[in-house]
């Protein structure tokens, strides 16, 4: 078959339209692609800085989710740049290892391990309110016959830990003050939480048990029994409550956006909510100073009983 020159010419004219318009398919097709891809809002969401924020053994870990949990969530809803976590430890040992090596960005310790985690990094931003709480408590048995604190010489004595402050040193300290060699004379058993502390009185595995008030008004709730059978001997003074800390590398807008929502949780029916699980009125502003008592109280404590530097 012959073909014309210009026959010719019009067929390699047509092959260049032809191969033109697959390139320019090929490129549409990818730029179709491109838009089905991840977009970068989701990339920062998935992103975020994440900002541990580790409590202390307070309750067992479980209870301690189940009430932190949603503070966390509310901290997260109004606060966008970062995502904040609770973290529990499985004991006061673990909580303190974690705390003095820096690996909270905030955190929730208790009065004696705020004042420590001053020389780790740490700086006090606020508190827990309701200071006429955090003071120690005996339970025993109502059917005990423990009647005055040498009573106890001799006998099992449960508390959660050696550096709890509230529930162990303060009162070891009250039974020093009130007769009792307590390193010497009492058998002295750190249970692990403030939830076994209670069970061992009721159960009848120690013939007392220290504790603070809310862990108590807690565990009675959800278990009337305990009300009925076990009541509060003794208690303490009170010194300031546990306290919030923060690294010092945290941007202050961080700490005071996480400040402004803690501090003024009792303002609305949310956080009031919140705050109830806790056994608590209201966070308030603290700063380092505020734990002076809790230093004086401490050297005394390491002068007539123990160090507890030396239980971590």
Request: proline share 6%.
């Amino acid at each position: 078959m012959h073909f014309s020159v210009s026959h010719c010419q019009f067929i390699k004219n047509l092959t260049r339209v032809l191969i033109l318009a697959l390139m320019f398919l090929q490129t549409g097709c990818g730029e179709e692609q491109s838009v089905q891809t991840p977009t970068f809002k989701q990339a920062s969401e998935k992103d975020k800085t994440v900002y541990r924020f580790g409590i202390h053994p307070l309750h067992n870990p479980e209870r301690l989710h189940d009430i932190f949990g949603p503070v966390m969530a509310y901290l997260n809803k109004h606060i966008d740049e970062v995502e904040f976590k609770v973290e529990a430890s499985r004991n006061y040992a673990h909580y303190d290892e974690k705390l003095f090596a820096g690996e909270f960005h905030f955190s929730l310790p208790n009065p004696y391990q705020t004042i420590t985690s001053l020389q780790h990094g740490y700086r006090v931003f606020g508190k827990m309110g309701d200071d006429h709480n955090f003071r120690g408590i005996f339970l025993v048995r109502k059917d005990s016959d423990i009647g005055k604190v040498t009573d106890l010489k001799g006998k099992p004595v449960s508390y959660p830990a050696p550096t709890a402050l509230a529930a162990t040193m303060m009162p070891q300290y009250y039974l020093y003050q009130n007769g009792l060699d307590v390193m010497n004379e009492v058998d002295n058993r750190y249970v692990g939480s403030q939830e076994s502390s209670i069970m061992n009185v009721f159960l009848g595995h120690s013939v007392a048990g220290a504790t603070w008030p809310p862990p108590w008004l807690a565990l009675s709730k959800e278990r009337p029994e305990l009300a009925k059978e076990l009541e509060i001997k003794w208690q303490t003074e009170p010194l300031p409550n546990n306290g919030l800390v923060v690294r010092n590398d945290i941007p202050e807008s961080i700490v005071k956006e996480v400040s402004d929502l803690l501090l003024g949780l009792h303002t609305h029916e949310e956080g009031r909510n919140m705050l109830e699980k806790m056994e608590l009125s209201k966070f308030e502003a603290a700063d380092d100073a505020t734990y002076q008592p809790v230093i004086d109280f401490i050297a005394n404590f390491s002068r007539d009983i123990r160090d507890p530097r030396k239980e971590r």
